[in-house]
C-alpha cells in the first residue's frame, strides 16, 4: 500500500504525457521504491527535483536523493538539525537545496548543511511550506511569511496562522492556514474561511 501512495505521489507531482487510452494499463511499465530499496521511510512529505534532473524526497526520517536507480539518505547524522519530518523541498536554479522542517529551514550547498536561524532566537519552528518568488525564498512559518536573509529568518508578511503552504499566481500570493486561506496582494491581506 505505502508504495502505491508513493506511486501516486510522484504521478501527481511530475509532469507526465497521457496514456493512450487504447492500451491496456497491464502493457504500461512501472517500477515502485520503497524502503527496501533505500527509501528512509514510507511517508513521503515533500518532493522536488534539482536542476541536474535528482529526486529529493523528504520522510518523517529523514531525506534522501534519488538518482533514477538507487537512493543516498541524509539524517540526523549529516546534519543535527534535519531532526524528523521534512516538511517541504525546494531546489533552486543556484544548486541549492531548501529543506523546510518541524525544526526550521536548512540549507544545503555545496555539499553541506546550513541551519537558518529562526525569527525568535532558541525558539525552533516548522518551516512547512517554501517558494521562490521574484528571485527571493519565501518560507511558511509560525508568524505567517518569512524569508532568510544573512542566516536568519525573517518575517515579510504577518498572518493570524502559520503558513501551511504558499502558491503564487497572477493575482497575488496565496497561503494556506488552518481552515482558512489568505490572498496577499498590494501590501493588503483578505482572509477567506474554507467550507465547512
Same mark, same amino acid.
Given at each position: 500500500?505505502?508504495?502505491?501512495?508513493?506511486?501516486?505521489?510522484?504521478?501527481?507531482?511530475?509532469?507526465?504525457?497521457?496514456?493512450?487510452?487504447?492500451?491496456?494499463?497491464?502493457?504500461?511499465?512501472?517500477?515502485?521504491?520503497?524502503?527496501?530499496?533505500g527509501l528512509p521511510q514510507i511517508s513521503v512529505l515533500a518532493i522536488t527535483?534539482?536542476?541536474?534532473?535528482?529526486?529529493?524526497?523528504?520522510?518523517?526520517?529523514?531525506?534522501?536523493?534519488?538518482?533514477?536507480?538507487?537512493?543516498?539518505?541524509?539524517?540526523?547524522?549529516?546534519?543535527?538539525? $534535519?531532526?524528523?519530518?521534512? &516538511?517541504? *523541498? #525546494? %531546489?533552486?536554479? /543556484?544548486?541549492?537545496?531548501?529543506? =523546510?522542517?518541524?525544526?526550521?529551514?536548512?540549507?544545503?550547498?555545496?555539499?553541506?548543511?546550513?541551519?537558518?536561524?529562526?525569527?525568535?532566537?532558541?525558539?525552533?519552528?516548522?518551516?512547512?511550506?517554501?517558494?521562490?518568488?521574484?528571485?527571493?525564498?519565501?518560507?511558511?512559518?509560525?508568524?505567517?511569511?518569512?524569508?532568510?536573509?544573512?542566516?536568519?529568518?525573517?518575517?515579510?508578511?504577518? $498572518?493570524?496562522?502559520?503558513? &501551511?503552504? *504558499? #502558491? %503564487?499566481?497572477? /493575482?497575488?500570493?496565496?497561503?494556506? =492556514?488552518?481552515?482558512?486561506?489568505?490572498?496577499?496582494?498590494?501590501?493588503?491581506?483578505?482572509?477567506?474561511?474554507?467550507?465547512?
Amino acid at each position: 500500500m505505502a508504495r502505491l501512495w508513493l506511486l501516486l505521489l510522484l504521478a501527481v507531482s511530475l509532469p507526465v504525457a497521457a496514456l493512450d487510452t487504447g492500451k491496456p494499463f497491464r502493457d504500461y511499465v512501472t517500477d515502485t521504491w520503497g524502503v527496501d530499496q533505500g527509501l528512509p521511510q514510507i511517508s513521503v512529505l515533500a518532493i522536488t527535483q534539482d536542476p541536474a534532473g535528482y529526486l529529493w524526497f523528504g520522510t518523517q526520517t529523514g531525506l534522501a536523493r534519488f538518482d533514477g536507480v538507487r537512493f543516498v539518505r541524509y539524517t540526523q547524522r549529516d546534519a543535527p538539525e $534535519l531532526g524528523n519530518n521534512i &516538511l517541504a *523541498l #525546494l %531546489a533552486d536554479d /543556484d544548486d541549492r537545496l531548501w529543506i =523546510g522542517t518541524a525544526q526550521g529551514l536548512l540549507l544545503l550547498e555545496d555539499q553541506r548543511f546550513h541551519a537558518i536561524a529562526p525569527t525568535v532566537a532558541d525558539h525552533p519552528a516548522p518551516a512547512s511550506a517554501l517558494l521562490k518568488l521574484d528571485g527571493r525564498i519565501l518560507a511558511g512559518c509560525a508568524e505567517g511569511i518569512c524569508t532568510p536573509r544573512e542566516g536568519k529568518l525573517q518575517r515579510v508578511q504577518a $498572518l493570524p496562522d502559520p503558513a &501551511l503552504s *504558499l #502558491l %503564487a499566481r497572477g /493575482d497575488g500570493l496565496w497561503a494556506g =492556514g488552518q481552515g482558512r486561506v489568505f490572498h496577499i496582494a498590494g501590501g493588503k491581506v483578505r482572509t477567506l474561511p474554507l467550507p465547512a
